[in-house]
């Protein structure tokens, strides 16, 4: 990471009521939702990861759990810790568990990330091919409840031998 002489960064798995609450914030300050209350975030068939910068939450990212694939959501980094190799530490993370689950691929949305996850090995498809494979996912379930899904661009990547970077 590229971090500032003295700047301490931990990555937690979150658990418990106080870490929803956090992701919520951390999901609402960035603007992925304008309302609290349509937050679909869950640690139930999902794993959440925070990133504290300094003792402070400064990023997060979810992973949600189908059959043999996964969907990363809520990737984000406050404004003010960016460019300090959390979005890439946060994404590993998610990655690594996906490939410890024996998932095949691992599926996201995102209009306007192209370029951080296709350094990832992330691949375009479209939104279609994400909710197909996930049909019961929170958010696949929320965009089609809520009619965003076809107006999103899915992303994917095949799991098997690493491809993002530093990958071993």
Request: aromatic share 8%.
């Amino acid at each position: 990471m590229t971090l500032d002489q003295g700047t301490h960064v931990k990555l937690r798995q979150a658990g418990g009521e106080a870490d929803l609450d956090t992701l919520r914030d951390l999901i609402l300050a960035v603007g992925l939702s304008s309302e609290r209350g349509a937050i679909t975030a869950t640690f139930q068939g999902s794993t959440y990861w925070i990133a504290d910068l300094d003792g402070r939450p400064a990023g997060c990212i979810g992973l949600e759990h189908g059959e043999g694939a996964s969907l990363i959501r809520s990737a984000t980094v406050l404004p003010h810790a960016r460019r300090q190799g959390l979005g890439r530490a946060l994404a590993t993370s998610a990655l690594t568990q996906a490939t410890l689950r024996g998932d095949r691929a691992v599926y996201l949305f995102s209009s306007d990330a192209g370029p951080f996850w296709e350094q990832f090995g992330f691949t375009r498809v479209a939104p279609e091919t994400v909710a197909a494979a996930l049909p019961q996912t929170p958010q696949v379930r929320s965009g089609e409840c809520r009619g965003w899904l076809k107006d999103e661009v899915g992303w994917m990547r095949a799991l098997g031998a690493p491809s993002w970077p530093g990958g071993a």
